[in-house]
Each structure stands twice: as C-alpha cells, then as structure tokens.
C-alpha cells in the first residue's frame, strides 16, 4: 500500500484524512507536527505529505516543509499544503514555489484531494526529482 503522512496539529482534521486515506487504499501515517514529526516522516518514507503550516508554533510548519525539502531520503516525497489562512497562502505563494507540489485551501472537498493526491503520486517518478507544481484544485 501507499503511505501517506498526515502533519496537522488539529486531531480530529488528522483523523479525518486519516479515515479518508484508508477509505482511498493508502495507508496513512498521522503526526501532530511536535517534535520528532520530521524523523517519524522519515521512517515511514511516505509517497506523499499533506502538511498544516500552521501547527502548534507560527513558523513550525513553514520549518518541517524546510526539513522536509532538504532531507535527502524526502527528496521525492510530494508535499501538499492544505492550509485556512488564504492570505497568508496568497502573501508566501512565492516563498512556496519549488518547496510544495500543490496548495489545496481549506476547507476543501474530499474528492479534491483524493484526486490531487493520485495525481501526484502517478506523476512522481524517483527520476523526476520535485514536480514544482503548484495549484488549487
């Protein structure tokens, strides 16, 4: 199966994609974006990430998609930034490009990003390196 991890501070969100990936055939892997979030996604070496920016601390997330994006062992794991905070997607869409593969605002409808994430899982090849893809569905 195809593990996805799940980084959002709100449990009952985490359990909800959580739900919704299993349901989808992916086996999911659920943090809460504390510490040792970086080292967990590591372990599990997911095809896919979908990633709250902001978690617990202001700039936790915008560090873990940091992590995420320098870590050598990560470096073909899409990102998918699922985020409320329209202006502050609008005011760091640049700060995003080439770091995530795609922005998906919440709230967001399940089927998006079901097919979001089968997109960019048929997409991401370990040769293609990051797709630099950045879009809302």
Do not use: N
Request: glycine share 10%.
């Amino acid at each position: 199966m195809v593990s996805i991890a799940v980084v959002d501070d709100d449990a009952a969100v985490r359990e909800l994609l959580g739900d919704v990936l299993t349901e989808e055939g992916y086996t999911p892997h659920l943090f809460d974006g504390t510490d040792g979030t970086h080292h967990g996604i590591r372990a599990v070496s997911p095809v896919a990430v979908i990633l709250d920016l902001h978690l617990g601390e202001p700039d936790a997330g915008w560090a873990l998609l940091d992590d995420i994006g320098t870590d050598p062992a990560l470096e073909h794991t899409a990102v998918v930034i699922c985020s409320g905070d329209d202006t502050g997607l609008d005011e760091h869409g640049a700060a995003l490009e080439g770091r995530a593969h795609a922005v998906l605002p919440k709230p967001f409808d399940l089927d998006d990003l079901a097919a979001l994430l089968q997109r960019l899982i048929q997409e991401a090849a370990p040769d293609r390196g990051r797709l630099h893809l950045l879009s809302s569905v």
